[in-house]
């Protein structure tokens, strides 16, 4: 795929569909921060998305057609995500009234605008959230329900379950450090979206401490991860819990009984 063509191709497509007022850049390519595998993120705000979510046509000329993910996204607004030979566009569709209220935290590039909106929108600071008592208390027990889920998976050698308890648990460790960070550096602090660029904004003990969070397939390997990655959860929880004026939590009591389930594990063959 050559981006420059394909924009352009959809770019002059827009400016011909009564259905579309507006189209905008986001990501990478807006922010000129592109990695030779960046996608592109363009945002088609139509006056009935119907249409385009029905319609193939606009998105699979662009190139050659690898696969497509086709994205209800409940709570936010339908995508198509297409993957082609050598490139990928990630295509948001959005109904045109909404564009006045969008929210844009990073750079975006109007590349259609057709009602003239673009002069009245503007990136507005990324601003993160901590999370209250309640929330922090869900996220804690959901990941340590995970760790311990996973111990037994690995003591009864059902590794490919031990892979998906351990994506669990790690879903509630990146969360952790996420608001580690926010509580230590400040709500300005930019912690990015499923740890992406973590290199630049992740402090280099935790990237330290993470290179022994992941497992080979297999149980000894898998039970050492299992081990650095709730050490390094315990740590992170405890630094939410003073930071943020929690009540405490008994993590060793998890971790005792995270052993006494490994403990039950046959020799390694």
């Given amino acids: 795929m050559e981006y420059d063509n394909a924009i352009d191709?959809?770019?002059?497509?827009?400016?011909?569909?009564?259905?579309?007022?507006?189209?905008?850049?986001t990501g990478s390519a807006a922010?000129?921060?592109t990695h030779p595998l960046s996608d592109r993120d363009i945002e088609i705000y139509a006056t009935d998305p119907a249409p385009l979510l029905a319609d193939d046509s606009w998105w699979d000329q662009l190139g050659e057609v690898l696969v497509v993910e086709r994205l209800a996204t409940p709570?936010?607004?339908?995508?198509?995500?297409?993957?082609?030979v050598g490139g990928k566009l990630d295509l948001t569709v959005i109904r045109a009234a909404v564009l006045p209220m969008i929210r844009h935290e990073r750079p975006f590039t109007f590349l259609v605008?057709?009602?003239?909106?673009?002069?009245?929108?503007?990136?507005?600071?990324?601003?993160s959230s901590l999370p209250d008592?309640?929330?922090?208390?869900?996220?804690?027990?959901?990941?340590?329900a995970a760790a311990l889920m996973c111990a037994k998976a690995i003591v009864r050698d059902e590794l490919?379950?031990?892979?998906?308890?351990?994506?669990?648990?790690?879903?509630?460790?990146?969360?952790?450090?996420?608001?580690?960070?926010?509580?230590?550096?400040?709500?300005?602090?930019?912690v990015r979206f499923l740890g992406s660029r973590m290199r630049q904004w992740m402090d280099a003990d935790v990237q330290l401490a993470l290179e022994q969070c992941w497992a080979h397939f297999d149980v000894v390997d898998s039970a050492k991860a299992l081990h650095?990655?709730?050490?390094?959860?315990?740590?992170?929880?405890?630094?939410?819990t003073d930071g943020l004026g929690f009540r405490s939590f008994n993590h060793d009591r998890v971790h005792r009984e995270v052993e006494v389930i490994l403990a039950m594990q046959p020799d390694p063959r």
């Fill in 9 to 25: 191709t959809l770019t002059a497509w827009a400016q011909i569909s009564e259905n579309v007022r507006a189209m905008v850049m």
């Fill in 31 to 33: 922010a000129h921060e």
């Fill in 75 to 84: 709570g936010w607004h339908p995508a198509r995500l297409v993957y082609y």
């Fill in 113 to 127: 605008d057709k009602d003239g909106l673009s002069g009245s929108l503007h990136v507005a600071a990324v601003r």
């Fill in 133 to 144: 008592e309640a929330a922090f208390q869900e996220r804690l027990n959901w990941g340590y």
């Fill in 160 to 190: 490919w379950s031990c892979k998906i308890r351990d994506r669990d648990l790690k879903a509630s460790l990146l969360t952790f450090i996420e608001w580690d960070h926010c509580v230590r550096h400040g709500l300005d602090y930019d």
């Fill in 228 to 240: 650095a990655s709730i050490a390094l959860f315990a740590r992170l929880g405890r630094s939410i």
